[in-house]
């Protein structure tokens, strides 16, 4: 399979759990939860992101353009903005920016600061302002976004080269991670390369894929993954 057919986003593309969402953002999973759902202490409002798969509370899925929202929302926090801001922000920008999904909007990479000083002045929020006026800030949130891919006809995300040589793309293996080449699960490669003594020449021809291929998606489901391989 290659990563050479056209980018699209998927309508409610992908299926993520919390703790793949977690994961993957490299965020608490007790944080992306509360952005999903609202906090269940009463302190909190309800939540920051609503999902675009609805289920009920015992069957959680988020989609690939859940993720992307919680990702980049998750830099903004990282550098120093309130969640009120963010939460401010957030609700702002789905109107200016006419979608339910704008932080991943490629304006954010594109034009990220002028974006983000509109909202501050619309929000009249002099932290927001101030923080976003940091050239440190939109460093920090560039190189976050630099591995996401935007489609052309949305303008939205449509894939995330998440890893070296490892990519999620709604529309290859439902959203799961693969190495970007041949569109092979990682988790899948990781596992057979642990079973036949960790050789990643065998498990390359194997699967028509290259050594580096392997390694990397051995590399990816040491840090990221979360079932264990054999």
């Known amino acids: 399979m290659s990563q050479t057919r056209p980018c699209q986003n998927l309508l409610y593309g992908g ?5 793949e969402v977690a994961r993957y953002t490299n965020l608490n999973a007790s944080r992306v939860r ?9 302190l909190g409002k309800g939540p920051l992101i609503q999902r675009d798969h ?8 988020a989609s690939f353009l859940d993720m992307i ?3 980049v929302a998750g830099q903004f926090r990282a550098q120093g903005v309130k969640m009120s801001s963010v939460r401010a922000a957030y609700a702002l920008l789905r109107e200016h920016l006419d979608t339910q999904h704008p932080f991943c909007h490629n304006s954010l990479y594109t034009d990220g600061k002028r974006i983000f000083l509109y909202a501050a002045g619309e929000l009249a929020d002099a932290t927001l302002h101030e923080v976003v006026s940091r050239q440190q800030f939109f460093t920090h949130v560039r190189d976050s976004l630099t591995r996401v891919v935007y489609s052309d006809q949305t303008s939205l995300a449509c ?3 998440i890893s070296d040589g490892v990519m999620i793309d709604p529309g290859i293996c439902s959203g799961k991670p693969v190495v970007r080449e041949t569109g ?3 988790y899948v490669l990781a596992n057979q390369y642990r079973a036949n003594n960790r050789d990643a020449a065998f498990v390359a021809d194997l699967f028509r894929t290259t050594e ?3 390694l990397n998606a051995v ?3 040491h840090r990221f993954g979360g079932r264990r391989a054999a």
Not at 15 to 19: D, G, I, N, P, R
Not at 34 to 42: E, H, I, L, T, V
Not at 54 to 61: A, D, R, T, W, Y
């Open 34 to 42: 509360s952005w999903f759902r609202g906090r269940s202490d009463g």
């Open 219 to 221: 590399d990816f489901e």
């Open 184 to 186: 092979v699960s990682t």
């Open 212 to 214: 580096t291929d392997v």
């Open 54 to 61: 609805p289920g009920n509370s015992s069957v959680f899925i």
């Open 15 to 19: 299926a993520y759990s919390v703790a």
């Open 69 to 71: 929202d919680v990702l």
């Open 159 to 161: 894939k995330w080269n």
